[in-house]
T-cell receptor, first 113, second 113 residues
Framework: EPEVTQTPSHQVTQMGQEVILRCVPI?????FYWYRQILGQKVEFLVS????????KSEIFDDQFSVERPDGSNFTLKIRSTKLEDSAMYFC???????????FGPGTRLTVL | SQKIEQNSEALNIQEGKTATLTCNYT??????LQWYRQDPGRGPVFLLL?????KEKRKERLKVTFDTTLKQSLFHITASQPADSATYLC????????????FGTGTRLQVTL
């Protein structure tokens, strides 16, 4: 069964460093998303992406964040200068045209020291 | 302010009983409401979707109701099993375009023998 994959599973970085989180959505899906979940808190929407542009973004998704679909399979989230409060689990999701359910990846745990 | 509340942080029930989880929302008008399951350290997994003009949806042992007047959805698991133990999340899709999902805090269900 097709699934969303994410790498790495765990990323540790120093405050102020740039990180890139990678996702491979399900191959025929056209809509892509990033969410985050701080430990013990709810899943929060960051950004949605369709047709090579951002469809919607939340207040969390400020100038330090960017997304890219560099080729036909990868979807990346870049955090330019990480802060302690960026420590969280980051989930990528994708969905197919005509369907509303989203398929989530296993997540990348980001730890900022 | 907008809020999505799910009943009690944890729900403990005996195997074979019906688990009923509640999702209440304020200051939202969702076109769709979705339920996801999340296991520890994993991404959410889609279970069921119900539209604003639907009262009830079923899938195997799962049943969802949606009352837009009460602003409430109920999620039932009949004949519960220990394998149903997980956190269950309700998520609102306001636009019906699934451009983003807004999640509740979740209810942790523990099914014991």
């Amino acid at each position: 069964e097709p699934e969303v994959t994410q790498t790495p599973s765990h990323q540790v970085t120093q405050m102020g460093q740039e990180v890139i989180l990678r996702c491979v959505p399900i191959s025929n899906h056209l809509y892509f998303y990033w969410y985050r979940q701080i430990l013990g808190q709810k899943v929060e929407f960051l950004v949605s992406f369709y047709n090579n542009e951002i469809s919607e973004k939340s207040e969390i998704f400020d100038d330090q964040f960017s997304v890219e679909r560099p080729d036909g399979s990868n979807f990346t989230l870049k955090i330019r200068s990480t802060k302690l409060e960026d420590s969280a689990m980051y989930f990528c999701a994708s969905r197919d045209r005509g369907y509303n359910e989203q398929f989530f990846g296993p997540g990348t745990r980001l730890t900022v020291l | 302010s907008q809020k999505i509340e799910q009943n009690s942080e944890a729900l403990n029930i005996q195997e074979g009983k019906t688990a009923t989880l509640t999702c209440n929302y304020t200051n939202y008008s969702p076109a769709y409401l979705q339920w996801y399951r999340q296991d520890p350290g994993r991404g959410p997994v889609f279970l069921l979707l119900i539209r604003e003009n639907e009262k009830e949806k079923r899938k195997e042992r799962l049943k969802v109701t949606f009352d837009t007047t009460l602003k409430q959805s109920l999620f039932h698991i009949t004949a519960s099993q220990p394998a149903d133990s997980a956190t269950y999340l309700c998520a609102l899709d306001q636009t019906g375009t699934a451009s983003k999902l807004t999640f509740g805090t979740g209810t942790r269900l523990q099914v014991t023998l």
